[in-house]
């Protein structure tokens, strides 16, 4: 059983106030969190309050997150807003497929991961089908590259978003300390790339890297070096957007599954790589990073 939400301090007057008007959906939010504030399992919630136990989670989570103002709708511009396919994609592959253990599901449906993420179910279903997921079968499921790859890419290691974009993951372990250093990179202020070299790049990284895993753009195969090091594969997308997807979502599983297993210092780093125009970065290996 879930352990009793925690009020912030005067909000217990504020739902009730909320609560005490006319019915609507924020008074149904507001009588959520004061059942779980209450200490009531989340199943007797949704019965009482004829919901779900998923949306129960949803807005406990989104009251702890933002207090009351979580519980109000998110805004809807006037155009439609741009779907984050990596982040639908990353909480559907993530741990196998398997959603958190607090939703008690085996595996997800459009409908369940919708609520989660608070989209449409018709978006998750439309996401799922252009990038072929089937949600009973993800412990065969492949990116679409050349040659294929499964969704864990491994640690990064070095990282170029421009026009000839690459990624490079290595199978070693250590995976937690590149996402740190990858999430602390992108965190800092932004600024153009430099002038890049696949070579140079590559160049930098030492041996005890280990087995490498290149992923670039169709177009920037012909950039990669010929003498890579030993063990090292070369992947290609079709687009330089499916590379960004891509890459994204091999991030956003490993935070999530990091998460999961109850490390909340790292975030999804994904989003923050989707909005830069350009971003170099080289995995530290105990030296500077390489500008």
Avoid at 168 to 183: I, S, Y
Wanted: net charge positive; aromatic share 4%.
């Amino acid at each position: 059983m879930a352990p009793a939400l925690v009020l912030h301090h005067g909000d217990r007057q504020r739902l009730e106030l909320i609560i005490s008007k006319a019915p609507t959906q924020l008074a149904q939010r507001a009588h959520i969190v004061l059942l779980a504030a209450s200490g009531l399992p989340n199943t007797e919630i949704a019965q009482r309050t004829g919901t779900t136990r998923p949306t129960v989670l949803k807005w406990r989570e989104r009251y702890g997150a933002a207090g009351i103002d979580g519980l109000t709708d998110r805004p809807r511009p006037g155009r439609r807003v741009q779907v984050d396919e990596a982040e639908i994609l990353a909480e559907t592959l993530a741990d196998r497929g398997i959603p958190p253990p607090a939703l008690r599901a085996p595996r997800w449906s459009s409908r369940l991961l919708a609520s989660r993420l608070d989209v449409s179910y018709t978006t998750v279903a439309r996401v799922w089908r252009k990038w072929r997921v089937q949600p009973d079968r993800l412990d065969t499921y492949v990116f679409p590259v050349e040659p294929v790859l499964g969704p864990d890419l491994g640690a990064p290691v070095a990282l170029h978003l421009g026009t000839r974009p690459i990624a490079v993951f290595t199978t070693a372990p250590g995976a937690h300390q590149r996402l740190l250093e990858l999430a602390h990179a992108l965190s800092l202020p932004a600024r153009p790339s430099d002038p890049f070299c696949p070579a140079k790049l590559l160049s930098h990284l030492p041996g005890s890297a280990g087995p490498l895993r290149v992923l670039t753009g169709r177009h920037a195969l012909a950039a990669l070096p010929r003498g890579m090091p030993p063990g090292t594969t070369a992947h290609h997308t079709p687009s330089t957007e499916t590379w960004l997807t891509v890459v994204a979502t091999a991030l956003g599983i490993q935070a999530r599954e990091a998460a999961r297993g109850g490390d909340r210092t790292l975030s999804d780093p994904g989003p923050t790589l989707r909005a830069l125009p350009a971003f170099t970065w080289l995995a530290r290996f105990g030296r500077p990073v390489v500008h």
